[in-house]
């Protein structure tokens, strides 16, 4: 289900400073709440139950499921490798597939447990509820996409009469068999495009004109929702000859959360790196990584280019942090705050360029945070632009040790050196 | 998309959504650069109309504000330039509206966070009209020398440092605006400087791209080079690679793609979204730069080594005879703001108001000094608050309380008196309590209330002078002047005015001298020898015992107490006092719902 489309490491990130509040994490949600969104769009979907205790787990099977020899139990945490995932209680795989009177005890072993796979890091994430579906009995596997297109301004469908893996390797194997149709953004899509996909898709035994609109409710929901992915890998046929979304992606514009407050109300903190949490909080833009260099850096671009030279002489960033093109005082020593709270930051990189920041407003952010925290590891400061001396001079009388550095290369060099002593 | 220059030193630009700063630092830029016209011709602020203030060098201008985007554009039909400060929540809206004006060529969008199925059908309505959209998530663009959006290249410090007010030959592109402004001074450092800058945006999708400038670039004949700055994720470098492959740009272009570091983390970090289509490695920042390497653009092993390469770009073209290193000109300076001038101590200004009764400017009003939370601690009541702010100091309380009868005492004297009458017959009008108010207030004066000033002045002039009772009244009497604080309408000498009573018993209980007060009594002694209705009335009796709470209070001067009574401290007592029964009258008036009152015929005596 995880597609490599997780892993393209690309750019939502904020830049240009912020001028506005915005969400500013990526929403990911579990695959019980996908797959509930698309039923109430009408979407074919595998029965299912999301269950967070044993009794429920009784309950589920009993009612819902009473038929079934076999079901799929699945851990719900938002990260991929579910599979090949083991708990840290020693059970391996967060997904397996068991007979109906085993359920009860293979839950048992996942829920309230921690996964960790191979994208959760090592210290996994919990796992609160588990996702029964029924096991279904599947004749073809297909592969539908729907992205927004930088070539025709506009959606993309993208449709493929074999499924199953990646989309990168489904283009090695079969170029040939993947066909993409645009959608006017204007007009919406017409019965022509849905036919056309379904053409491309080439069902063997469901109904043409049902696959039509199929194709068309997950337009809506794409749309409506404000989505920028929506993946369907497979999309398959059972052998009661329907279409179904046998598992799916869905990835919504964080843009867009003022207007989809539903889909955002689905949020799960409980899986989000708890200093991401408290950044958000703040407003600030960070992203949680595993280095040992805690960098503050205002502007996306300038903070890449800090990780990138922080990296080129042997370091590792400990986090993505941009305080913003007009970030405030409190804004720095929240910012503080959380660097210094992560054990493994051994030091700390301050790498402003005031264009319309001011220095001093930074150098008096740092001073104040030092009154509230512990500092406890080096600080390496590379002030540069408009009011540079003020900056300096706060820095300087306020009697903190910190080390100074001239330019970038210089900051992240010396950074890398703290960091290893 | 235009296919050359966007801007030129007359481009005027409408602004939406006022923001003082961005458009001061528009028109300082402007300044700078020795523009004629400011490059904002009218601000859009929807639902507002008029002018607003701002500074052109030395000189203030008004810039139109208008209503809507269509009467700006009507208004100001050169000005082709649509700079959206808008919300991200309609930025989307007010963008679609600009593009769909003939007048407007170019939509740059600030705001981050603009939802990107909107922003797809602002990309598509601009292809297909031929307009350009800057943005979103994007601080703007420059054109050294000619005109700026918004707050590109921060400062004034940081636009003169950059030397961004006369044009170089170094076309620059980036996502970032942040990074525009750290590459705009490394340009300036290493090269004659900017000609064209162009942040993007950070946007998945972006209303222009890094290709699209790029491509404008080689068509303007005064760049010479092309500086790009890219970053990991998303496709776009690949359509400048592909313009590279296909010999579209001639001019030398120096690119690199921020972001190798993103290849380190062992846990796969999801930065944000994928919208394209193609394997991971392609969008990485590694799998760029060596694409723009191959397609033969000049690209360095590391960020570090960027500034290295763009000197070394520069230097071969200088040698090439391609650049003649221009003459450098001094920009003006821009006269520094009076409030930052003041703050930083560099000039002073002369005041225009002086103030010593209170301040607001603390963490809570002073009065006289006390703050407001004192007065509540400690219990003040309203003549502590009276003594405060008119005395500027705080009298004891027993005056204190004096001032609080004299107001209770004054507060109403039924509605048949003048100022109580104009009062009704303007509440009866139709008219606001202010009005109905004032209409009262302004009836107070030598006749009705506004005696206990004067009663003040001539008792304590003949106190003080040592007149006899007799002297004084026959003096007064001579001069053709009544004796103010005498003489009642009703009250007479066996019948004394109960209010008179009350005062004079709480300050003979409580007054350490009462001197004025006996002087005032020995005085109506006499006048009602002369006539039973020549009683101290109740101005005579504030007046008289005013004087002795100034004089035997100890808190105040003689000069001080000469400015009271000259300044005519006593009459604020009655229109403060009258005020509270002015109002009161008002409200009875408007809650019987009184229709408008009209004298009677039989009243008035007609006559030749």
């Given at each position: 289900?995880?597609?490599?489309?997780?892993?393209l490491?690309?750019?939502?990130?904020?830049?240009?400073g912020k001028?506005?509040q915005?969400?500013?994490?990526?929403?990911?949600?579990?695959?019980?709440?996908g797959?509930?969104?698309?039923?109430?769009?009408?979407?074919?979907?595998?029965k299912?139950?999301?269950?967070?205790s044993?009794?429920?787990v009784k309950?589920?099977?009993?009612?819902?499921?009473?038929?079934?020899?076999e079901?799929?139990?699945?851990?719900?945490?938002?990260?991929?490798?579910?599979?090949?995932?083991?708990?840290?209680?020693?059970?391996k795989?967060?997904?397996?597939?068991?007979?109906?009177?085993?359920?009860?005890?293979i839950a048992?072993?996942?829920?309230?447990?921690?996964?960790?796979?191979?994208?959760?890091?090592?210290?996994?994430?919990?796992v609160?509820k588990?996702?029964?579906?029924?096991?279904?009995?599947?004749?073809n596997?297909?592969?539908?996409?729907?992205?927004l297109?930088?070539k025709?301004a506009?959606?993309l469908?993208?449709?493929?009469?074999?499924?199953g893996?990646s989309?990168?390797?489904l283009?090695?194997?079969?170029?040939?068999?993947?066909?993409?149709?645009?959608?006017d953004?204007?007009?919406g899509i017409?019965d022509?495009?849905a036919?056309m996909?379904?053409?491309?898709?080439?069902?063997k035994?469901?109904?043409r004109?049902?696959?039509?609109?199929?194709?068309?409710?997950?337009?809506?929901l794409f749309?409506?929702?404000?989505?920028?992915?929506?993946?369907?890998?497979?999309?398959?046929?059972?052998?009661s000859?329907?279409?179904v979304?046998?598992?799916?992606k869905?990835n919504f514009?964080?843009?867009?959360?003022?207007r989809q407050k539903?889909?955002f109300?689905?949020r799960?903190p409980s899986?989000?790196?708890?200093r991401?949490v408290a950044?958000?909080k703040?407003?600030?833009?960070?992203?949680?990584?595993?280095g040992e260099i805690?960098c503050?850096?205002?502007?996306?671009?300038?903070?890449?280019?800090?990780?990138?030279?922080?990296?080129?002489?042997?370091?590792?960033?400990?986090?993505f942090?941009?305080?913003g093109?007009?970030?405030s005082?409190?804004?720095?020593?929240?910012?503080?705050?959380?660097?210094?709270?992560d054990?493994?930051?051994?030091?700390?990189?301050v790498?402003i360029?005031?264009?319309?920041?001011?220095?001093d407003?930074?150098?008096?952010?740092?001073?104040?945070a030092?009154?509230q925290?512990?500092?406890?590891?080096?600080?390496?400061?590379?002030l540069?632009?408009?009011?540079?001396?003020q900056?300096?001079r706060?820095?300087k009388?306020?009697?903190?040790?910190l080390?100074t550095?001239?330019d970038?290369?210089?900051?992240?060099e010396?950074?890398?050196?703290?960091a290893?002593? | 998309?235009?296919?050359?220059?966007l801007?030129?030193?007359t481009?005027?630009?409408?602004?939406?959504?006022?923001?003082?700063?961005p458009i001061?630092?528009?028109?300082?830029?402007?300044f700078?650069?020795?523009?004629?016209?400011?490059?904002?011709a009218?601000?859009?602020?929807?639902?507002?109309?008029?002018f607003?203030?701002?500074?052109?060098?030395?000189?203030?201008?008004?810039?139109?504000?208008?209503?809507t985007?269509?009467a700006a554009?009507?208004?100001?039909?050169?000005?082709?330039?649509f700079?959206?400060?808008?919300?991200?929540?309609?930025?989307?809206?007010s963008?679609?509206a600009?593009?769909?004006q003939?007048?407007?060529?170019v939509?740059?969008?600030?705001?981050?966070?603009?939802?990107?199925?909107?922003?797809?059908?602002?990309?598509?309505?601009?292809?297909?009209?031929?307009?350009?959209?800057?943005?979103?998530?994007t601080?703007?663009?420059?054109?050294a020398?000619?005109?700026?959006i918004?707050?590109?290249?921060?400062?004034i410090?940081?636009?003169?440092q950059?030397?961004l007010?006369r044009?170089?030959?170094?076309?620059?592109?980036?996502?970032?605006?942040?990074?525009s402004?750290e590459?705009?001074?490394?340009?300036?450092?290493?090269?004659d400087?900017?000609?064209?800058?162009?942040?993007?945006?950070?946007?998945?999708?972006?209303?222009?791209?890094?290709?699209?400038?790029?491509?404008?670039?080689?068509?303007?004949?005064?760049?010479?080079?092309?500086v790009?700055?890219?970053?990991?994720?998303?496709?776009?470098?690949?359509?400048?690679?592909?313009?590279?492959k296909?010999?579209?740009?001639?001019?030398?272009?120096?690119?690199?793609?921020?972001?190798?570091?993103?290849?380190?983390?062992?846990?796969?970090?999801q930065?944000?979204?994928?919208?394209?289509?193609?394997?991971?490695?392609m969008?990485?920042?590694?799998?760029k730069?060596?694409?723009?390497?191959?397609?033969?653009?000049?690209?360095p092993?590391s960020?570090?080594?960027?500034?290295?390469?763009?000197?070394?770009?520069f230097?071969?073209l200088?040698e090439?005879?391609?650049?003649?290193?221009l003459?450098?000109?001094?920009?003006?300076q821009?006269?520094?703001d009076?409030?930052s001038?003041?703050?930083s101590?560099?000039?002073?200004?002369?005041?225009?108001?002086?103030?010593?009764?209170?301040?607001?400017r603390?963490?809570?009003?002073?009065?006289a000094?006390?703050?407001?939370?004192s007065?509540?601690?400690?219990?003040y009541g309203?003549?502590?608050?009276i003594s405060?702010?008119w005395?500027?100091?705080?009298?004891?309380?027993?005056?204190?309380?004096?001032?609080?009868?004299c107001i209770?005492?004054?507060?109403?004297?039924?509605?048949?008196v003048?100022?109580?009458?104009?009062?009704?017959v303007?509440?009866?009008?139709g008219k606001?309590?202010?009005s109905?108010l004032?209409?009262?207030?302004?009836?107070i004066?030598?006749?009705?209330?506004?005696a206990?000033d004067?009663?003040?002045?001539?008792?304590?002039?003949?106190?003080?002078?040592?007149?006899?009772p007799?002297?004084?009244?026959?003096?007064?009497k001579?001069?053709?002047i009544?004796?103010?604080?005498?003489?009642h309408?009703?009250?007479?000498?066996?019948?004394?005015?109960k209010?008179?009573?009350?005062?004079q018993?709480?300050?003979?209980?409580h007054?350490p001298?009462?001197?004025?007060?006996?002087y005032?009594i020995q005085?109506?002694?006499?006048?009602?020898?002369?006539?039973?209705?020549?009683?101290?009335?109740v101005?005579?009796?504030?007046g008289?015992?005013?004087?002795?709470?100034l004089a035997?209070?100890?808190?105040?001067?003689?000069?001080?107490?000469?400015?009271?009574?000259?300044i005519g401290?006593?009459?604020?007592l009655?229109?403060?006092?009258?005020s509270?029964?002015?109002?009161g009258?008002?409200?009875?008036?408007?809650?019987?719902?009184?229709?408008l009152?009209r004298h009677?015929?039989?009243d008035?005596?007609y006559?030749?």
């Open positions: 289900m995880r597609g490599l489309m997780n892993k490491v690309s750019r939502s990130l904020s830049v240009a001028w506005q915005q969400q500013l994490r990526r929403l990911n949600i579990h695959e019980y709440q797959a509930d969104l698309m039923n109430k769009y009408g979407i074919n979907v595998p299912g139950v999301a269950v967070s044993i009794d429920e309950e589920a099977v009993k009612s819902a499921f009473p038929n079934e020899n079901l799929v139990v699945k851990s719900q945490i938002l990260a991929g490798g579910r599979g090949l995932g083991t708990f840290q209680n020693g059970f795989g967060g997904v397996h597939i068991v007979k109906a009177d085993q359920v009860e005890d048992g072993k996942m829920l309230g447990q921690i996964l960790v796979t191979k994208q959760t890091g090592p210290q996994g994430k919990v609160s588990v996702y029964l579906c029924e096991k279904l009995s599947l004749v596997e297909m592969y539908f996409a729907i992205t297109d930088r025709t506009g959606p469908i993208i449709a493929c009469s074999k499924g893996t989309i990168e390797d283009a090695e194997k079969y170029p040939d068999m993947i066909i993409k149709v645009p959608v953004v204007f007009k017409t022509e495009d036919a996909v379904v053409d491309g898709l080439a069902p035994v469901a109904d004109n049902d696959s039509i609109e199929q194709v068309k409710k997950l337009y809506k749309c409506e929702r404000d989505c920028t992915l929506l993946e369907i890998n497979p999309l398959a046929e059972t052998s000859n329907q279409l979304a046998a598992d799916a869905l514009d964080d843009n867009a959360a003022f539903e889909i109300a689905l799960d899986q989000e790196d708890p991401e950044a958000a703040a407003d600030l833009n960070y992203i949680g990584l595993d805690g503050m850096v205002n502007g996306a671009g300038l903070a890449m280019a800090t990780m990138d030279i922080i990296k080129l002489h042997g370091g590792t960033p400990a986090n942090l941009d305080v093109g007009n970030a005082e409190g804004q720095v020593v929240e910012a503080f705050k959380i660097l210094t709270s054990d493994k930051v051994k030091a700390i990189l790498n360029f005031g264009g319309i920041m001011k220095c407003v930074i150098a008096s952010g740092i001073v104040n030092a009154k925290v512990a500092l406890k590891v080096p600080v390496v400061v590379r540069e632009g408009t009011n540079v001396d900056g300096k706060i820095l009388e306020s009697g903190m040790t080390i550095a001239e970038l290369d210089d900051a992240a010396k950074a890398v050196k703290a290893s002593k | 998309m235009a296919t050359g220059q801007f030129s030193r481009t005027q630009a409408l602004f939406y959504n006022y923001k003082q700063l001061q630092r528009m028109l300082d830029f402007d700078l650069c020795g523009r004629e016209t400011p490059s904002v009218g601000i859009i602020n929807p639902g507002a109309e008029g607003q203030k701002l500074f052109f060098g030395q000189e203030e201008i008004a810039i139109p504000v208008h209503s985007i269509e554009c009507t208004a100001h039909p050169t000005a082709d330039v700079i959206n400060f808008a919300s991200f929540r309609s930025a989307a809206a963008s679609m600009a593009l769909k003939p007048t407007i060529r939509v740059a969008i600030i705001a981050e966070g603009v939802p990107m199925s909107d922003t797809k059908q602002l990309i598509a309505y601009a292809r297909s009209n031929k307009k350009v959209v800057i943005g979103p998530a601080v703007g663009g420059i054109q020398g000619a005109f700026k918004g707050d590109t290249a921060g400062t410090d940081n636009i003169v950059c030397k007010y044009p170089g030959s170094v076309g620059f592109v980036s996502k970032s605006g942040g990074m402004n590459m705009y001074n490394t340009i300036a450092r290493v090269t400087g900017i000609y064209e800058g162009i942040a993007i945006g950070g946007d998945v999708f972006p209303g222009s791209t890094l290709s699209d400038h790029i491509l404008r670039f080689n068509n303007i004949p005064q760049v010479k080079m092309m790009v700055l890219g970053e990991l994720g998303g496709r776009d470098e690949y359509s400048l690679v592909e313009a590279l296909q010999g579209k740009v001639n001019k030398p272009v120096v690119a690199w793609v921020c972001g190798t570091c993103a290849r380190l983390f062992k846990s796969e970090v930065f944000g979204h994928a919208g394209a289509k193609s394997g991971g490695e969008e990485s920042a590694q799998g730069n060596q694409a723009l390497r191959d397609a033969g653009a000049i690209v092993t960020y570090e080594a960027f500034e290295a390469m763009i000197k070394e770009t230097d071969k200088v090439q005879g391609k650049i003649t290193p003459k450098e000109v001094m920009p003006p821009i006269p520094e009076l409030n001038a003041i703050k101590g560099k000039v002073r200004a002369p005041t225009h108001i002086i103030s010593t009764i209170s301040d607001d603390g963490e809570e009003p002073c009065y000094g006390v703050p407001m939370s007065i509540v601690e400690r219990g309203v003549g502590d608050v405060l702010l005395f500027k100091r705080s009298l004891p309380r027993y005056c204190t309380h004096f001032i609080e009868i209770m005492l004054c507060a109403d004297h039924g509605p048949c003048s100022g109580a009458h104009n009062t009704i303007t509440a009866r009008a606001d309590l202010v109905s004032v209409s009262g207030l302004l009836t004066g030598p006749r009705f209330g506004g206990i004067d009663a003040a002045r001539y008792f304590k002039d003949a106190y003080d002078r040592g007149l006899t007799y002297e004084f009244v026959e003096g007064m001579k001069k053709g009544r004796v103010p604080g005498i003489g309408r009703i009250k007479r000498g066996d019948n004394r005015d209010r008179v009573e009350l005062l018993r709480f300050a003979r209980t007054f001298s009462v001197k004025y007060m006996e005032a005085v109506e002694t006499y006048t009602l020898s002369k006539a039973n209705n020549l009683v101290l009335n101005d005579g009796a504030i008289s015992l005013f004087l002795d709470l035997g209070s100890g808190m105040f001067s003689k000069q001080e107490i000469d400015e009271i009574v000259e401290y006593l009459n604020g009655f229109v403060l006092a009258r509270i029964g002015l109002i009258h008002t409200f009875d008036q408007k809650r019987l719902k009184q229709p009152y009677p015929w039989e008035v005596l006559t030749k």
